[in-house]
């Protein structure tokens, strides 16, 4: 019998393939709106007693289906997503109240105190009580990144002079033209200085004010600088509980990404005023988080060196063969910033210069977020 073969043409194989991919595409979203839905729906009732049975009922999805959809959408699973809502908002009581830890309990939805005790400690490193004695204190914090590493060990915004002043934001895009003012600092009573050792001469100017802690900042990574300002504290435990979280969640995103990402090249890429500067992979701002912490794979061009300049005119800004371009987007560059991405070939995406060059705790635990949105 004569064997029958049928020849399938490129454009019916990629007409077959678009149209399989507007499915999968249909599906991810609708599946991305869904745990978005269940998603806010934790956040707004997370002081309700909320079996997470519930919300798979609620979801229409099997549970298997459900914890996969949910943790790939936020990089948690659900219960570990509410208790960290539960535990962010009771550190926020203790801080900034004097309410009872039995009463913080139940207003962050857990009825039996003891057991959201152990559920604190176990996910921050130190008891309720043991929290508010360390950490209700006012710092003044002269380094920005360090500001940022102490409110992701659990200090509360009004704690932190000069940030109190301000929002986080808009603080660390000012820090640079922030000025000490030493009358205004006394009147604010601050109970601990931190400073970066490098500025010890201003440090001696300051230490009639308060007890001062110095910091290293240049010669350490933004997980040693977490150990560190949690020594300062007082407990390092707070720093490990912190790390041991994030890493977890590191995995599971850079899984994630690197599904959808593959082998292809990424950059970062910022529009300054007067060139266009690509993030080397030497450079630990975005390179840390981009090379070492997701593992992906960056171009030849940039990868023994802190970054590389290119002009607004230069044709190699047309002929870069990168598939994925981070684009850092600062206010007021809207204009060059059309003329770059019209050059640019492969995918962009826009991001906002603050969390993605806050080389902090605080900054790496929300770009982490970003980069499951932006890449997976």
């Known amino acids: 019998m004569k064997k029958i073969t049928r020849k399938v043409s490129k454009s019916t194989l990629i007409n077959y393939y678009r149209s399989w991919k507007k499915i999968v595409d249909r599906h991810t979203d609708e599946q991305n709106d869904l745990m978005h839905e269940m998603k806010s729906y934790l956040d707004q009732y997370f002081d309700d007693p909320i079996p997470i049975t519930e919300l798979v009922k609620m979801s229409g999805l099997n549970v298997t289906t459900f914890y996969k ?70 710092f003044f914090v ?127 890429i910022r529009v300054l005023d007067k060139k266009i500067r690509i993030f080397g992979v030497q450079r630990r701002k975005l390179s840390d988080f981009l090379y070492r912490e997701l593992k992906l794979n960056a171009p030849a061009m940039i990868k023994d060196v802190f970054y590389y300049d290119l002009d607004y005119d230069s044709n190699e800004l047309c002929n870069l063969d990168i598939q994925h371009i981070l684009l850092i987007v600062d206010p007021g560059k809207e204009e060059q910033i059309s003329l770059v991405k019209n050059k640019l070939k492969g995918n962009i995406y826009e991001v906002d210069s603050i969390p993605w060059l806050s080389y902090s705790a605080w900054g790496h635990e929300r770009i982490l977020t970003e980069a499951l949105e932006v890449f997976a």
């Not at 009581?93 to 939805?109: E, Q, R, W, Y």
């Open 142 to 268: 002269l380094t920005p990144a360090f500001t940022a590493n102490l409110l992701a060990l659990g200090i509360a915004e009004h704690l932190l002079y000069p940030l109190s002043q301000s929002d986080i934001h808009s603080f660390l895009k000012q820090s640079r033209k922030r000025e000490v003012n030493l009358d205004e600092l006394s009147l604010w009573e601050p109970q601990c200085i931190i400073c970066r050792s490098e500025k010890r001469m201003l440090a001696n100017q300051l230490q009639k004010i308060a007890p001062i802690s110095l910091v290293p900042y240049k010669n350490l990574s933004w997980r040693e600088q977490l150990f560190q300002l949690a020594n300062v504290i007082g407990s390092k435990e707070l720093a490990q509980r912190w790390l041991n979280q994030y890493d977890k969640r590191l995995h599971k995103v850079r899984k994630k990404v690197k599904q959808k990402v593959g082998n292809d090249k990424v950059v970062a």
């Open 69 to 138: 959809e949910f943790k790939d959408y936020t990089g948690y699973a659900p219960l570990q997503y509410l208790t960290n809502k539960r535990i962010d908002r009771a550190k926020h009581f203790l801080l900034t109240t004097s309410i009872p830890i039995s009463d913080i309990a139940h207003k962050v939805g857990y009825q039996d105190v003891y057991y959201f005790s152990r559920v604190f400690k176990r996910t921050v490193g130190v008891s309720p009580k043991k929290f508010s004695e360390l950490c209700k204190r006012k």
